[in-house]
């Protein structure tokens, strides 16, 4: 081994590690890992920033706006009110896997599990059923969901992008979804019935009162003559302690809620 392939392990080994210890924001450890490349040598100055200009770092970054406009949209708990109706776990669940694995193919992993984990959560509380037991389900789906499609998750962007390379075709939209459909019809019939084995009594090992929300949650109402009509988001957050209030979403037009950026 020679002293340059030494050092360049050397520097992917800190940035795994301090990945690992989640010390510092992925995006800042990506940016030292960088720096410490092209002081080392390890990267020539020129090519410093050539990532950014790959296709894959696009269409990633317009996953992501799409998962962020979804999620901000409040489509998806206006959708979801029919699900109130259903009494039986099994159909319940199902609905949920299904429909969280839908939005997968479409949105990050991540978000789509974002967006359904408060109303999974009620719904489990209402229906009688352990939270552990509908979220678990719900993770495997959102993994599953995302092998349906080229934008699901992007390892099969990146995939794409190596076909590419090496056939000179990439992969469709689409290419994915004859054996991700597959998988992901035999994972709703799984989980449908499969959650029954998931632990029921499991209970947190700390001690003293838990954390409850609602001690910190308050829901106002804005008159048709506040002086706050035509302010931002941020300006009502800096009204308050410089901050210290965030407002986490914005109901309107019967009951839709938004989840608002700052301006």
């Known amino acids: 081994m020679t002293f340059e392939q030494g050092l360049a392990f050397t520097v992917l080994g800190a940035t795994i590690l301090m990945f690992a210890l989640d010390k510092l924001r992925y995006d800042l450890v990506a940016l030292l890992s960088l720096s410490a490349g092209l002081l080392a040598g390890l990267v020539p100055p020129e090519k410093a920033f050539h990532g950014f200009s790959d296709p894959v770092v696009v269409v990633v970054a317009a996953a992501l706006v799409v998962s962020a406009g979804i999620e901000r949209s409040g489509i998806i708990e206006h959708l979801m009110k029919p699900l109130s109706a259903l009494k039986s776990p099994d159909a319940l669940i199902c609905t949920l896997v299904a429909l969280v694995m839908v939005l997968s193919a479409f949105m990050k992993n991540i978000g789509a599990l974002a967006i359904f984990i408060p109303l999974s959560i009620r719904l489990a509380r209402a229906g009688g059923i352990p939270v552990s037991q509908i979220l678990m389900p719900l993770s495997f789906a959102s993994l599953l969901g995302g ?88 300006d009502l957050e800096q009204l308050f302690s410089g901050g210290a209030v965030t407002v986490a979403a914005i109901i309107r037009d019967q009951g839709h809620r938004y989840v608002p950026g700052g301006h």
Do not use: K
């Open 147 to 234: 092998v349906m499609t080229l934008i699901g998750t992007s390892p099969n962007i990146i995939v794409s992008r190596v076909r590419m390379d090496l056939t000179g075709a990439p992969f469709t939209m689409f290419d994915f979804t004859p054996v991700g459909l597959g998988i992901c019809l035999a994972g709703i019939g799984f989980l449908t019935f499969a959650w029954r084995v998931l632990p029921r009594d499991r209970q947190g090992s700390g001690t003293g009162a838990g954390f409850r929300i609602e001690d910190y949650l308050a829901e106002v109402r804005i008159e048709a003559h506040s002086p706050l009509i035509g302010a931002t988001v941020s």
